[in-house]
């Protein structure tokens, strides 16, 4: 995260691969159930075997033994509708749910978050210098309007995207960060209403940066849920 | 340090069962405290050969039999590991193959061996031991002879004469950095054992061979799960953690000239991932476009170069990955094609901007609105996979039913529940429970928008935090 500062987002969760390293970020929709973008994937059928989510903690290396750390295996990966670049992980068991790990909300179906909402991006990954990647960084961005959003992006902002708004002093989402959440505080509670999804550039100063609009797609989350 | 298991090699899972009645294994010995423990049981017995190991009740059987012995049969098991010593199981030999215990009982000219204990056409002094393991016909090398084991022949005017088993290092080489090398050497280059992949001593490491299934982590064999330059093991040498083993390549050595081509990529090594120039499939290894930033844009460094950041993927050592210029490439099975970056903070990064290649197929159809009233006859997921039939139970037991949904024909893709992302079916495929199908909306330029303006609504039990930071902080500090 660049622009950020270390916070805490319980929801927020690190995707391991098989080394035990952090390549993608994830926010936790459901004690079983990771929602994150496609891309960190190489496959929608690869088994997952030896893949973990890493929740309670605030370091990027925790130590051995820490007590708030969760480990938990994914279990099985469901890929999103074609234009959704999500995916949903299923953990092979329940995180336990404490000060450290939370659920996010998920949005109403198709709900348009106003623009000038306070939302917050979170993740391990690059700083560009602003900070280090050691703990979870926190950093704050406004919602802008796709059509706003289009202005700088030429129309390329599709409905099933959003937009946070792009500053002068660079904020936003980079390397590492991919499938973390953007969190927007909305009726007294944090809502997962974007994904961060693998961009050209990563905050760049006065453009505004992309997420996949969750709302969009909250039928299909609710049904892989229920049926799965 | 080494391990009592390093004798033998592990089939997981597995029993071996005697089908001659009048044989009968060890008896079952409860409570022993690992394999390890079983294994330094057997070692030193000739008479044991395998056993089975319990992970349930703990308990170890010793076998006077392997998989090679006559009226075997290995079969699958929920709770046993059949661990047989590699002596009687390898069709490579070790030095001289003085220890070979293996069933080859043909001479390098092809002719059939003499068994050991007869004396014509060929007279000799050996007399079949357990320790000297003179069996049947078999290959065998007493006398410790420099051409690996041997035996007398059948053949009246060739007394006797060497089987031609290549050691454990000539039967197997390596193509380009050795990651498909499922070889039986189990030494590093100095000579130092290798230590077991499923083992965590003398040194711990990430590769449990149960997780990386794919890369045939068996024993302690020399393999190459990390995208090494070569095949490579943790020794038993507490003093040193891992090092290379000396398999040689299959590839002739190659000149400054023809390095050059092939680096450039012309030259494909068997099993290679198939190419691809826009897009990447998998983990990209076999990306070879010309992306060079990373996802965010940064500059890659250049291969053969040692600045800003100091690395070991120098494109000779990696000739079959095309280490060209600064482009993203997966030499070492990451998650995605990366590079090293020419930031001086940022030492590697994914260039996660290449787009995936798809792996859907092209429609056969088209739906309207949501593709509730689609009623055409596409039976396949958008990945391809068959449908299953609506009233069908296997794979998958389906809430939908022509029961309440008559629209429910065959194995049809169809809405049944409205799901605004299109006709969807079960599956199959009994890993997918149900995917969108192979069609395309009709008219996707002019749908009216999907997105609702802004209604108040509640949130229970999601969404909370606990924003009282002081614990965090310290523990940070």
Request: aromatic share 10%.
């Amino acid at each position: 995260v660049v622009g950020g500062q270390p916070g805490n987002s319980p929801w927020t969760v690190s995707l391991r691969n098989r080394k035990g390293e952090h390549f993608c970020g994830g926010s936790l929709v459901k004690e079983k159930w990771v929602l994150t973008a496609r891309q960190c994937f190489s496959s929608c059928h690869e088994p997952l075997t030896g893949y973990e989510v890493w929740s309670g903690t605030l370091f990027q290396n925790p130590q051995p033994g820490e007590p708030d750390l969760q480990r938990v295996p994914i279990a099985k990966m469901v890929c999103g509708p074609s234009s959704s670049q999500l995916v949903l992980l299923k953990l092979a068991r329940s995180v336990t749910l404490n000060q450290r790990v939370a659920l996010i909300c998920l949005p109403p179906e198709r709900y348009v978050v106003p623009p000038r909402t306070k939302c917050e991006i979170a993740g391990w990954g690059e700083g560009k210098g602003s900070s280090g990647a050691s703990v979870l960084h926190v950093a704050s961005m406004n919602v802008i309007s796709n059509q706003e959003c289009n202005v700088k992006h030429r129309g390329r902002v599709h409905e099933n995207e959003m937009c946070t708004e792009g500053l002068l002093v660079p904020t936003g989402a980079c390397e590492g960060d991919y499938g973390g959440p953007l969190a927007c505080f909305t009726h007294d509670c944090w809502v997962l209403q974007g994904i961060i999804i693998p961009n050209r550039v990563c905050a760049r100063p006065r453009w505004p940066a992309i997420f996949m609009r969750v709302s969009v797609f909250v039928d299909w989350i609710q049904k892989v849920m229920q049926l799965e | 340090q080494r391990s009592p298991l390093n004798d033998f090699q592990l089939l997981r899972g597995t029993q071996l069962q005697n089908l001659l009645h009048a044989v009968v294994p060890g008896p079952w010995q409860e409570d022993v405290a690992n394999a390890e423990e079983c294994a330094r049981l057997c070692g030193p017995l000739l008479d044991c050969r395998a056993f089975h190991y319990n992970r349930s009740s703990h308990g170890c059987q010793l076998l006077p039999w392997t998989q090679n012995s006559p009226n075997t049969q290995i079969h699958h098991s929920g709770c046993c590991d059949l661990f047989q010593k590699k002596d009687y199981i390898r069709t490579c030999i070790m030095d001289k193959g003085v220890g070979y215990r293996g069933t080859v009982a043909t001479t390098a000219g092809g002719l059939t061996c003499q068994s050991w204990n007869h004396r014509f056409p060929n007279d000799h002094r050996y007399t079949p031991t357990l320790q000297n393991g003179l069996e049947e016909n078999f290959c065998r090398n007493p006398d410790g002879d420099s051409g690996g084991p041997w035996c007398y022949t059948t053949n009246p005017s060739v007394r006797f004469q060497s089987c031609g088993i290549k050691s454990c290092q000539e039967a197997a080489c390596v193509w380009c950095n050795g990651e498909d090398y499922r070889g039986s050497v189990d030494h590093t280059e100095s000579g130092r054992e290798c230590q077991r992949w499923d083992l965590q001593y003398p040194h711990q490491h990430p590769f449990h061979p149960g997780k990386f299934m794919e890369r045939g982590l068996d024993d302690n064999y020399c393999r190459n799960p990390d995208g090494s330059e070569r095949p490579w093991c943790y020794t038993t040498d507490p003093q040193l953690e891992r090092e290379f083993c000396a398999i040689p390549s299959c590839a002739p050595p190659l000149t400054k000239q023809f390095q050059s081509r092939f680096i450039s990529g012309s030259k494909a090594p068997p099993d290679q991932v198939a190419t691809t120039f826009n897009c990447f499939r998998g983990k990209g290894e076999g990306y070879r476009g010309t992306a060079n930033t990373t996802t965010a844009g940064v500059p890659c460094q250049r291969w053969d170069s040692q600045s800003p950041h100091q690395h070991g993927f120098s494109p000779e050592k990696y000739a079959c990955k095309d280490l060209r210029e600064n482009f993203c490439r997966n030499p070492d099975g990451s998650e995605a094609p990366w590079c090293f970056t020419t930031r001086p903070g940022m030492r590697v990064a994914f260039c996660y901007q290449i787009p995936r290649c798809t792996d859907e197929i092209l429609p056969e159809d088209c739906y309207q609105g949501s593709g509730k009233q689609y009623r055409g006859s596409v039976n396949k997921t958008r990945k391809g996979i068959p449908c299953q039939h609506w009233s069908a139970e296997t794979p998958h037991k389906p809430q939908f039913t022509p029961a309440s949904a008559p629209q429910l024909e065959k194995n049809f893709c169809r809405n049944p529940d409205g799901d605004s992302h299109g006709p969807w079916c079960y599956t199959t495929d009994p890993g997918t429970l149900f995917d969108y199908c192979a069609l395309k909306h009709c008219n996707k330029d002019q749908l009216p928008s999907i997105l609702k303006p802004p209604v108040p609504v509640q949130f229970e039990k999601c969404g909370k935090r606990v924003d009282r930071m002081d614990r965090w902080r310290s523990m940070m500090r």
